[in-house]
């Protein structure tokens, strides 16, 4: 079992910068590739960056891309989202996610943080 716990979101006007951490315990946290999605009120949940477990490779989202940057401490069992320019299409609960070695199953999830960008 991996157990993710996010942390930092909160209310930001647009323009504006947040840091999303997600601290993990339980298994080897080298071990896994780590995801951060999102989901807005009445859609569904989308990738919106990942980090290798090995590697280290970044992957991001088309909407995201140059203002979001992920990153990973394993010696602080930790996933990072920075996100800047924030826009009020941001706005959505951020969900950290563990998915062993290769991205192909997410299994383990934290329980969210709300982001919400203002106009």
């Known amino acids: 079992q991996v157990q993710l716990v996010e942390s930092g979101g909160g209310l930001v006007q647009a323009g504006g910068s947040l840091r999303l951490s997600c601290a993990a315990s339980g298994r080897t946290f080298s071990d896994y590739t780590m995801g951060w999605f999102r989901q807005a009120p009445g859609k569904g949940r989308e990738i919106v960056a990942s980090i290798g477990w090995y590697s280290g490779v970044t992957n991001y989202a088309d909407s995201v891309k140059g203002r979001f940057t992920i990153s990973r401490d394993n010696a602080k069992n930790t996933v990072y989202l920075q996100m800047n320019a924030l826009k009020p299409e941001d706005t959505a609960v951020y969900y950290c996610?563990?998915?062993?070695?290769?991205?192909?199953?997410?299994?383990?999830w934290g329980q969210g943080t709300q982001v919400t960008v203002s106009s």
């Open positions: 996610a563990a998915s062993y070695r290769a991205p192909r199953n997410y299994a383990y």
